[in-house]
């Protein structure tokens, strides 16, 4: 089996060296590892060919976008005849580090990278009769972006106890930007719990308490810059409302008490000094219930105090006409 398998190693190789024979073969080399350059600035696709350049040498660099077949590259530009092409909507910012490419450099430049020039470039060196290997060089490009400034946003419950989601969103950025949360302040420190995709990355705080609030930074970085946006979390706490409430519900219930009690000792005074004057007794008294001109010497008494309303005035009419049966 492995005798079996070495043979056909060896077989293959001695064909490979029978056809390779150096000098006619058009051998392209380019970088193995992908190739970057910052937005604007000019890239150099090196590429390099080992053939003896015969009358029929023609040199070709195209492009294809990430994602898409080789067969559907274009052309950016190409050497034929002695003379250089340049095409397509690359033309104005491609030429060559050597011209005229026949000394086995045919390196691309590119001025200006756009974003959109991210993709593989093909280098592709003919030279006929040499079709002994293809000729092709791929080299993958990358133009790098630095993150957009982000944008940041909130949503959720925010208020004690609920929860709320903190976005950060960076539109552009190559490679893809990291995304780090972090609240400002006495302590600065960085926030865990971070859910992140592609071009956003989303913080979530539960169980939020006043101490919560605070303003929030979010700072979006890859290795050509960075850029950041803050947002200002106010968390609301629906229990002080109630607290609010509940307080001025005793201070009322307090007032209106001594109010009740001051009208009553008022009353009982102006029944002890009637007594006095007219010496008229209980019976007399009780018969002058719920008397009109009673009620209205009440509330004379009374508005010396405080109040005018009727409520009052009739609540205390109320405490009156239960006297009797308190004594
Ligand atoms: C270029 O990138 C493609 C995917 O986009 C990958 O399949 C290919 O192996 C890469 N080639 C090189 C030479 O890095
Ligand atoms: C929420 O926070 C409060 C105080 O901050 C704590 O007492 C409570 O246990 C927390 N609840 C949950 C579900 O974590």
């Known amino acids: 089996m492995v005798g079996l398998l070495g043979s056909v190693l060896f077989g293959a190789l001695l ?8 000098g006619l073969a058009v051998e392209v080399k380019v970088p193995a590892e992908p190739l970057s350059t910052p937005v604007g600035k000019t890239a150099e696709l090196t590429c390099s060919y080992s053939t003896l350049v015969g ?3 023609a040199l070709e660099w195209s492009f294809v976008q990430p994602g898409k077949p080789i067969s559907a590259s ?3 530009l190409y050497f034929t005849n002695g003379h250089l092409y340049p095409v397509g909507s690359m033309a104005n910012r491609a030429s060559l580090l050597q011209n005229p490419p026949t000394r086995g450099v045919a390196t691309l430049k590119l001025s200006d990278v756009h974003p959109s020039d991210t993709g593989t470039y093909l280098c592709q060196v003919n030279n006929p009769p040499d079709f002994y290997t293809n000729g092709l060089g791929l080299i993958n490009f990358t133009v790098l972006v630095p993150p957009s400034s982000p944008l940041c946003t909130q949503s959720g419950q925010t208020s004690v106890g609920g929860s709320a989601a903190l976005r950060c969103s960076s539109s ?6 990291a995304y780090n949360w972090e609240r400002l302040g006495s302590s600065t420190r960085s926030l865990g719990s971070m859910v992140q995709d592609e071009v956003s990355a989303q913080l979530i705080l539960t169980n939020l308490s006043l101490t919560s ?4 930074r979010c700072m979006v ?3 050509l810059g960075s850029a950041a946006c803050e947002l200002n979390l106010s968390v609301t706490d629906p229990s002080k409302g109630r607290v609010a409430g509940a307080m001025i519900g005793v201070l009322l219930g307090m007032l209106f008490l001594s109010v009740a009690a001051f009208c009553l000792i008022r ?3 102006r029944r002890k000094s009637s007594k006095e004057t007219y010496g008229g007794s209980d019976l007399r008294e009780d018969a002058f219930a719920p008397g009109i001109s009673q009620q209205t010497s009440v509330r004379t008494d009374c508005s010396n105090g405080l109040l005018k309303s009727a409520p009052f005035t009739s609540t205390v009419k109320t405490t009156r006409s239960k006297r009797p049966m308190v004594i």
Request: proline share 13%.
């Open 172 to 177: 552009k950025g190559v490679p893809r930007p």
């Open 213 to 216: 609030a605070g303003t929030y």
């Open 267 to 269: 009353l009982q005074e």
């Open 15 to 22: 064909g490979f060296v029978s056809i390779h024979v150096p």
């Open 55 to 57: 009358d029929n040498f």
């Open 221 to 223: 970085t890859n290795q």
């Open 74 to 76: 274009h052309p950016i």
